[in-house]
């Protein structure tokens, strides 16, 4: 159990500023970590531990999108109870998760850097490939597997999060 | 992927990185328990799997044992036809009682003996007069 302590030691740290980019809150993402550790540990403890760096990043990532998930039917259902909504206040509601971020991230972490705020304003399928592919530096193939999606899918997110960057960071800076 | 991507991606792993190592002690403190949480978790899991396993392996043993018994009384059952004629012969020539068992099983092939010599006599004799 060593090698899992050891592997688990070396990833937490970026595990858990992957999910606070996702959740821009410190205890969320505690949670999200958690859930990660456990099912790797509960599921796959006894896999090849040249395995782990993928089966850890596509358990966190499948934490990540249930936390979307769940964050999309609460608001949804806050809404439903006060409002008789419409289809567009529904898209409010959508787009409301990710409007707190930017201010949320200064208020909460005092982060500073431009590009990282820009990172968080990303949809969460270009945020997990950009992160995949330039953070943690898994080759196409390997994020698609993570992802559970194709390479091509990959491409495009990347290619995407790439250009929106560039558009935030240039608003940003002006 | 242009040189200013480049640049932005490059400034952006620097900034990630220094969030990894630079993080709230507190928080570094509850990594470190949810790791060791999992740790033990997945040497519970273990043990389980091993115990699973252990008795997943009991039937497997209890058919094994009962194979190696019955082939073995099957064995004995052989031999005891088998080596009639070798232990008369032994017995004859030694003369070394033989044991009950042997006596019962020597007796009973007789008396089958000479019930089947009786009935070949009645079909060759029933074959002639037909």
């Known amino acids: 159990m060593q090698d899992l302590d050891a592997f688990l030691k070396t990833v937490q740290n970026r595990a858990f500023v992957t999910a606070r980019l996702a959740t821009s809150h410190d205890d969320e993402a505690l949670d999200i970590v958690q859930d990660s550790m456990l099912k790797l540990a509960r599921n796959y403890s006894d896999s090849d531990p040249e395995d782990w760096p993928k089966l850890f990043q596509r358990i966190l990532q499948n934490c990540i999108k249930d936390w979307y998930r769940k964050q999309k039917v609460r608001s949804v259902l806050h809404w439903w109870q006060q409002h008789d909504q419409t289809e567009e206040e529904l898209n409010i509601v959508h787009d409301a998760i990710r409007a707190d971020t930017p201010q949320q991230n200064q208020e909460s972490f005092q982060l500073t850097g431009k590009i990282y705020q820009a990172l968080q304003q990303l949809p969460m399928r270009q945020q997990q490939a950009f992160l995949l592919r330039a953070w943690w530096e898994y080759s196409t193939e390997e994020t698609a597997q993570i992802m559970s999606c194709s390479q091509g899918s990959v491409k495009t997110h990347y290619s995407r999060a790439t250009g929106a960057m560039a558009s935030l960071l240039q608003k940003m800076l002006v | ?130």
């Open chain 2, 1 to 130: 992927m242009s040189n200013n991507d480049d640049q932005m991606i490059k400034q952006l792993k620097q900034q990630l990185d220094q969030e990894a190592s630079q993080l709230k002690p507190e928080t570094v403190n509850a990594l470190d328990k949810l790791r060791r949480e999992a740790v033990q978790e997945a040497e519970k899991t273990r043990s389980k799997g091993f115990q699973w396993n252990y008795w997943s392996y009991a039937p497997a043993l209890a058919a094994s044992v009962l194979v190696v018994m019955l082939l073995i009384s099957t064995n004995t059952n052989d031999n005891a036809v088998v080596d009639v004629p070798i232990q008369i012969s032994e017995i004859q020539s030694s003369e070394i009682q033989p044991s009950g068992f042997e006596i019962a099983v020597m007796n009973e092939d007789m008396e089958l003996l000479e019930e089947d010599v009786e009935f070949y006599l009645w079909l060759a004799e029933e074959s002639v007069s037909g």
